[in-house]
């Protein structure tokens, strides 16, 4: 086993002392009238106080997001929250891994500086702006839903587009797709019906609850589906995440305010950011894990907890056997295709999950999050339960 990235005594190392998270809303539903920076504050509001944090212990907020307003909305959710004007913000974009590398950011300041961060992530789907191109003279100007994740001789596939793609490379059958998804579901009601989710949620705009895991979401119904992104493809609407609102964030400390607080965390030991070719951008999520687990100086087979956003169930599965990985073992509470995929959240979303998992229902010692990225990138985090 190679040594831990980090120092031994793990005196550098931050933690995560509190996180929470909104509702995941479907585009258009519970959450369609809430802007990002809203969406946001409430989730900023409670970390502050539910961390026990001074002013003067607040040392920046930083949270991802994908679609929004543009400017600063990690700012404008911040002064929302009530924080104060002197703590500052920023909002970090790496697509689909925006949450997770905010958290990545975080974990490198405080290694430096002491204090706390509140770092995670937002996206509202519902309420993103329209986008265009300029207009040629004399012409108009042209809609577009998404900026480029890479150039165009690289080859810019949407995410479905290539996930569908990459599920047939890998010989990853619809049957096995439709089963991973219903098998989030079910997950993912289980845990709702029995309450796993209440303590990390936070009521936004009257909303407590996600609106998307449902019940009796068999095998059999997903396979009555028609592809969505190909003709012949595996990849359909109900083996794929939705459209979300959502947004997740946690409180870091460095390691000496974590020592004088005496709360139970997750201690950050190692993260890592990894590039793939941009016509696969699904499997991002194998080389950041790699690293991440070497740099933790640890095996995937000693990871207790395993959060892999599932942005589509045969991505997943890819990723999952180039791991020599048992998808049985990602996502035991339900994952993205049964909550949700609010872009510039999810990443944290899974951290949230992790700290449910192994702090409050300590069911383990170690986890493991990643997300993959639209232009060809992962992110990924390790993290040891510490009291």
Not at 107 to 136: D, H, N
Not at 204 to 210: F, I, K, Q, R, T
Not at 297 to 323: K, T
Request: hydrophobic share 45%.
């Amino acid at each position: 086993m190679s040594p831990r990235f980090d120092s031994p005594s793990l005196d550098d190392s931050p933690v995560v002392v509190a996180a929470l998270r909104s509702p995941i809303g479907t585009a258009g539903r519970s959450l369609r009238s809430i802007s990002a920076a809203d969406l946001a504050a409430p989730v900023l509001a409670a970390l502050a106080a539910s961390a026990g944090a001074t002013p003067g212990d607040l040392r920046d907020v930083v949270l991802g997001n994908c679609m929004g307003p543009g400017g600063n909305v990690a700012r404008v959710a911040a002064l929302t929250a009530g924080l104060p004007s002197g703590v500052p913000a920023l909002t970090v974009d790496r697509q689909c891994g925006s949450g997770l590398a905010a958290l990545a950011l975080a974990a490198s300041t405080l290694r430096a500086e002491p204090g706390v961060i509140l770092a995670g992530g937002v996206e509202s789907a519902s309420t993103a702006p329209w986008r265009y191109w300029p207009p040629p003279v004399g012409g108009k100007p042209e809609r577009y839903e998404r900026a480029p994740f890479s150039p165009a001789d690289w080859g810019d596939p949407d995410m479905g587009f290539a996930a569908d793609l990459l599920a047939e490379e890998r010989r990853v059958s619809r049957e096995r797709q439709d089963e991973y998804a219903a098998r989030s579901h079910e997950r993912a009601v289980r845990t709702r019906d029995t309450g796993g989710f209440a303590e990390e949620v936070v009521a936004v705009g009257g909303v407590s609850h996600d609106d998307r895991p449902r019940a009796g979401m068999t095998a059999s119904r997903l396979a009555r589906l028609p592809p969505t992104f190909r003709s012949d493809g595996t990849v359909t609407a109900g083996n794929s995440c939705g459209i979300n609102d959502g947004a997740a964030a946690v409180a870091m400390v460095d390691h000496a305010t974590h020592q004088s607080l005496r709360v139970p965390g997750l201690r950050v030991l190692a993260t890592a950011t990894a590039g793939v070719h941009p016509r696969r951008p699904g499997l991002g999520i194998v080389p950041a894990s790699e690293l991440a687990l070497e740099r933790a100086g640890l095996r995937l087979s000693e990871i207790d907890v395993i959060e892999l956003n599932e942005a589509f169930a045969g991505q997943v599965l890819a990723c999952c056997d180039a791991l020599s990985l048992a998808s049985e073992r990602v996502c035991v509470e339900g994952g993205a295709l049964a909550l949700g995929h609010p872009w510039g959240a999810s990443g944290a979303v899974l951290v949230v999950r992790l700290f449910s998992q192994l702090v409050r229902s300590s069911r383990g010692r170690y986890g493991l999050a990643a997300i993959a990225a639209g232009g060809g990138q992962g992110v990924a985090m390790v993290v040891e339960r510490c009291r």
